[in-house]
Nanobody, 120 residues
Framework: QVQLVESGGGLVQAGGSLRLSCAAS????????MGWYRQAPGKQRELVAV???????NYADHAKGRFTISADKVKNAVYLQMNSLKPEDTLVYYC??????????????WGQGTQVTVSS
């Protein structure tokens, strides 16, 4: 059993900043990647940023230059620093992880989602 617990969402004015956090716990042998997606009502979940176990990162175009993803391997955690927030960033943000459990099989896991609201 693996859980992803997110925190850090909330309400901020346009141009402001928020930091999202996500910690994985449970039956974890190895985490190959962690990241963040976001979703608008009635639309598909879209990539924000992802980081892999070798330290590489990938950002969606809308996040480049404004958001920074980082990870703490000791804490099995991933963070998303969001700066220069815009009203169009108002969405639910989901933590994502690809984790190998003690079974040596990899599975995808999702957090419960955290609301980010940017007022104009």
């Amino acid at each position: 059993q693996v859980q992803l617990v997110e925190s850090g969402g909330g309400l901020v004015q346009a141009g402001g900043s928020l930091r999202l956090s996500c910690a994985a716990s449970g039956n974890i042998f190895r985490i190959s990647r962690m990241g963040w997606y976001r979703q608008a009502p009635g639309k598909q979940r879209e990539l924000v940023a992802v980081t892999t176990s070798d330290g590489s990162t990938n950002y969606a175009d809308h996040a480049k230059g404004r958001f920074t993803i980082s990870a703490d391997k000791v804490k099995n955690a991933v963070y998303l620093q969001m700066n220069s927030l815009k009203p169009e960033d108002t969405l639910v943000y989901y933590c994502y992880a690809r984790i190998m459990t003690d079974s040596r099989y990899e599975y995808q896991y999702w957090g419960q989602g955290t609301q980010v609201t940017v007022s104009s």
